[in-house]
């Protein structure tokens, strides 16, 4: 059992930035995938970047890339999603998820097993 807590988000203007964390409760997260989501309200959960632990490969989707950077701790078992050039667009509820059978390019929020309870993002104009 994997359990995830993800902190730092708030209120920025745009054009600014802001760094997720994602801390796990477990005692490895050897060969997992852990990656980020967020959801707006009436949308979609949708993908926004991973990172394969073991070696620390990355996938991003494609609005947020040259944006936004997803990186580990290995030793505070902690995932970070530094947020740069933030715009309204990216106003949402960030969850992190994690799953041990993934490749790093797996998107859709159903092949994660496990999550944490989300972020709040707000980006004003």
């Known amino acids: 059992q994997v359990q995830l807590v993800e902190s730092g988000g708030g209120l920025v203007q745009a054009g600014g930035s802001l760094r997720l964390s994602c801390a796990a409760s477990v005692s490895t997260l050897r060969n997992y995938v852990v990656g980020w989501f967020r959801q707006a309200p009436g949308k979609e959960r949708e993908f926004v970047a991973a990172i394969k632990w073991n070696g620390g490969h990355t996938y991003y989707e494609d609005s947020v890339k040259g944006r936004f950077i997803i990186s580990r701790d290995t030793a505070k078992l902690t995932v970070y999603l530094q947020m740069d050039s933030l715009n309204p667009e990216d106003t949402a509820v960030y969850y992190c998820?994690?799953?041990?059978?993934?490749?790093?390019?797996?998107?859709?929020?159903?092949?994660?097993?496990?999550w944490g309870q989300g972020t709040q993002v707000t980006v004003s104009s």
């Open positions: 998820a994690a799953d041990r059978r993934r490749i790093v390019s797996t998107i859709r929020a159903i092949d994660y097993d496990y």
